[in-house]
């Protein structure tokens, strides 16, 4: 073997080892930082090495139980097929937008978690008719949002009842 080779492969055997031993810390909040990332790509001699890295930390870091999820379907043939046959469709579903901008609803959120009247923002679904109503009108004094991205945060079908 010549003596590139076994350097290549000693690198790449450093890096798979620091992809390795960076994995159990993510669970306390270390991940591979930019950084890390950099120097690791830096290190490797072209692209194909580059690509093999980058299938080892997706394959290292998914989430994904890959053996579970192919038991659904008759063979990983099939799973690709209905994976790919859906690709796309996220884009089918027709969604109602209210206002210019999302930010609105970030801040609808910190407001209503601190007046108390929700102690978790899921809390939102579970709530009555009334419930809603009282949201509506303390969301409406305190946030610079229309009525309707108001209505939208809290889930209320507006055919349902007027909020003014």
Do not use: W
Not at 118 to 135: F, G, L, N, W
Request: aromatic letters at 10%; proline letters at 3%.
């Amino acid at each position: 073997m010549k003596t590139g080779n076994c350097q290549f492969l000693y690198r790449m055997l450093q890096v798979l080892s620091h992809v390795n031993t960076t994995k159990p810390t993510a669970a306390r909040g270390r991940y591979l930082t930019g950084a890390m990332l950099r120097k690791m790509f830096a290190s490797l001699p072209n692209k194909i090495e580059c690509e093999q890295l980058t299938d080892y930390i997706v394959s290292t870091y998914s989430v994904i139980d890959h053996n579970a999820a192919t038991s659904y379907f008759k063979s990983y043939g099939d799973e690709l097929i209905t994976a790919h046959a859906n690709t796309g469709s996220e884009y089918d579903i027709k969604e109602h937008i209210i206002g210019r901008s999302d930010a609105c609803y970030v801040k609808m959120t910190r407001v209503l978690l601190a007046s108390g009247l929700v102690k978790d923002i899921h809390d939102v679904y579970s709530m009555t008719p009334e419930q809603k109503r009282k949201a509506f009108r303390y969301l409406n004094v305190r946030v610079d949002a229309p009525g309707k991205q108001i209505a939208a945060f809290l889930h209320i079908p507006q055919k349902q009842f007027k909020l003014s």
